[in-house]
């Protein structure tokens, strides 16, 4: 099976009631381990490069290695997806390499330059004249928080009233929307958080009411929720533990991510989660290993980690296992 687009994919999981995994990958390690995970438990996935991870890595190899992981599991359904792509140049650049989804992500700019961009990116991503189709998300309302290149010192969001003219006049395939997720492992200030009885911060909660009203406003379309990591508490516990400094560090209740998955959401992305098992398995290695020089020693202890949250997530929180 070629790398396949979100379309048929996203029709699938709103008409099954569960969620897509999106995963953002730029070394071999975590490409590996997202993929191991996705075809052992007959999972489809989304493999997402960021603008950072696409110069980090270089695009070439991060496309090769994607499609070395097609080989290893044909009967995989896996979309390459551009995640915040910030220009139509840098989502043409990707479609004309072979990405089959690409968003653009202009919802920092006015709404009408929002619309506009979007509706232009569309155009060339939807014209199978030069390409086969590729599908595009884009967002309305914006994420706080910092993750790669994004950056939004203040959240705002989704506005309902706006969603159907924006679906109807841009074309895109997928809408991300703002409902109280938020990029980095540093989602919420301890100000916005309360204590449970263990002293344990618990974030505000999702404002699923805001969600359901866009359903209603574009029902059957959809819906991505972005920075919806949960923050996996006994990674932060290692990594500080082990040297890091990660106090008070704090996800979304994943009980919350799996109502949303019950709604119109049909694809989640897991920012922070992997990147987390990764240095926790790393920091713990060399405190266990101080005389371990060889990447392949504590990488492959990283994949190991990042595997295991991959098929949490899968099984836990998105309800995709089996779904392939």
Known sequence: M?????KEMFKKAYDG??????????????????TEAAGELHSPVILQVSKGARAYANSKFLIHMVKAALENYPDLPIALHLDHGDSFE??????????????????????????????????????????????????????AGVEDEVSHEHSTYTDPDQVQDFVTR????????????????????????????DGILVPPPLRIDILEEIEKRIPG?????????SVPQEYVAIINQHGGKMPDAVGIPEEQLREAARHAVCKINIDSDLRLGMTAAIRLHFDEHPDHFDPRQYLGDGRKYVKAVVEHKITEVLGSKDKA
């Open 90 to 143: 840098l989502c043409k650049a990707c479609i004309d390499d072979g990405f089959t989804s690409v968003m653009i992500d202009y919802s920092g700019h006015p709404y009408e330059e929002n619309v506009e961009v979007t509706r232009k990116v569309c155009e060339y991503a939807h014209d199978t004249s030069k390409h086969p189709y590729v599908t595009v998300e884009a967002e309305l309302g914006t994420l």
């Open 2 to 6: 070629p790398l396949v687009n979100t």
């Open 17 to 34: 009631g569960y969620a897509v995994g999106a995963f953002n990958v730029n070394n071999m390690e975590i490409v590996q381990a997202i």
């Open 221 to 229: 379309f959809p819906i991505v929720l972005h920075g919806s990591s």
């Open 170 to 197: 841009t074309g895109v395939d997928s809408l991300a929307i703002a409902i109280g997720t938020s990029h980095g492992a540093y989602k919420f200030t301890k100000e916005q958080c309360t204590r449970n009885k």
